[in-house]
């Protein structure tokens, strides 16, 4: 049973910059593909990055990319969302998520476990 502790959430001005951290417990974390959520009040759960399990592919939704960046470190069982020029649509609780297998899935159903969220709140 893997455990999932999202960090790094909070309040910022538009344009502005936050890290989230995901640090993962209970398990071998590079055996697991890891991918971070995001889900709006009123609005259904949606993809923003995945990292295959060496850290060697990624995929960015096309809503973040250019301002999102994940990245994780094995040695350290953590998952990173580095996030830039942050707009007030970004406004949302931000998940990660774990995967056993290969990774870069945009469906939230394939993944394993989850943490409890943080939340992203962005003010224009």
């Known amino acids: 049973q893997v455990q999932l502790v999202e960090s790094g959430g909070g309040l910022v001005q538009a344009g502005g910059s936050l890290r989230l951290s995901c640090a993962a417990s209970?398990?071998?974390?590079?055996?697991?593909?890891m991918g971070w959520f995001r889900q709006a009040p009123g609005k259904e759960r949606e993809f923003v990055a995945g990292i295959t399990r060496g850290g060697s592919r990624t995929h960015h939704a096309d809503s973040v990319k250019g301002r999102f960046t994940i990245s994780r470190d094995n040695a350290k069982s953590t998952v990173y969302l580095q996030m830039n020029s942050l707009k007030p649509e970004d406004t949302a609780v931000y998940y990660c998520?774990?995967?056993?297998?290969?990774?870069?899935?945009?469906?939230?159903?394939?993944?394993?476990?989850w943490g409890q969220g943080t939340q992203v709140t962005c003010s224009s």
């Open positions: 209970g398990g071998t974390f590079s055996n697991y593909a």
């Open positions: 998520a774990a995967d056993r297998t290969l990774g870069l899935s945009t469906k939230g159903y394939e993944y394993d476990y």
